[in-house]
């Protein structure tokens, strides 16, 4: 079947700390894969995405790549702001019809 | 704003009563998913729909939950005689389906429902 396991919050950071989110799954055939950002009281805005492995996504400082050998799609970057406080939900699509997510990592940004 | 609308944001129903949530989807977008997001829980989908199709319904309780989306006007999603285990966000998203590929899916900001 089709999953996502992620790396579980809420997780604390200092401003221009590094931040790394893990994020595996398990699908059928050859998904691609997304990382969405929700802020509070909004709905999930797509941060980046990959399609196909070896894929490095990226968008705002933030970065993932799409490793097969390791079924993972871990999210980084270098130096967080306090403005990066947000809810992080790793996804996968095996169609694109039907979006696979994670349960999210609450991720809260201190100054 | 051309984004997904979603309305209406907030909604209070007694148990037993219906609820009915609305979905516009981005301009020039015929495609529509619904999901649910309960509390400390990811999204699950419930149903994708093109205009006048039920195309994947696999995540739709088998009851009191239906859902349309008509040739004119927004995407329905109804709740017959509601339970409190029902209280969730509902989100919408919408795309515009290339053939082949995975298209991105835009979100609305959801519909926040709570059932007494």
């Known amino acids: 079947g089709n999953s996502v396991t992620q790396m579980e919050g809420p997780v604390t950071l200092s401003e221009e700390a590094f931040l790394t989110i893990n994020c595996t799954y398990t699908a059928t055939g050859y998904p691609s894969l997304f990382w969405y950002v929700q802020y509070p009281g909004e709905g999930l805005q797509l941060l980046l995405k990959a399609t196909k492995a070896d894929d490095k996504g990226s968008n705002k400082g933030f970065e993932a790549t799409y490793r097969k050998e390791t079924t993972s799609f871990h999210l980084e970057k270098g130096s967080v702001q306090v403005s990066d406080s947000a809810v992080y939900f790793c996804?996968?699509?095996?169609?694109?019809?039907?979006?696979?997510f994670g349960t999210g990592t609450s991720l809260t940004v201190i100054p | 704003n051309a984004g997904v609308m979603q309305n209406p944001r907030h909604l209070v129903r007694r148990r037993g009563q219906e609820a009915r949530l609305r979905c516009s989807p981005m301009k020039g977008h015929s495609h529509v998913y619904w999901y649910r997001q309960l509390p400390e829980e990811g999204l699950k989908f419930m149903v994708y729909l093109q205009k006048e199709n039920i195309i994947d319904e696999s995540g739709m309780p088998k009851e009191r939950f239906s859902a349309e989306f008509p040739k004119e006007g927004p995407s329905i999603l109804r709740i017959q005689q509601v339970v409190r285990g029902d209280s969730a966000a509902y989100f919408c998203?919408?795309?515009?389906?290339?053939?082949?590929?995975?298209?991105?899916?835009?979100f609305g900001p959801g519909t926040r429902l709570t059932v007494t």
């Open positions: 998203a919408s795309s515009q389906r290339t053939s082949g590929g995975s298209d991105e899916q835009y």
């Open positions: 996804a996968l699509t095996p169609t694109g019809n039907q979006f696979y």
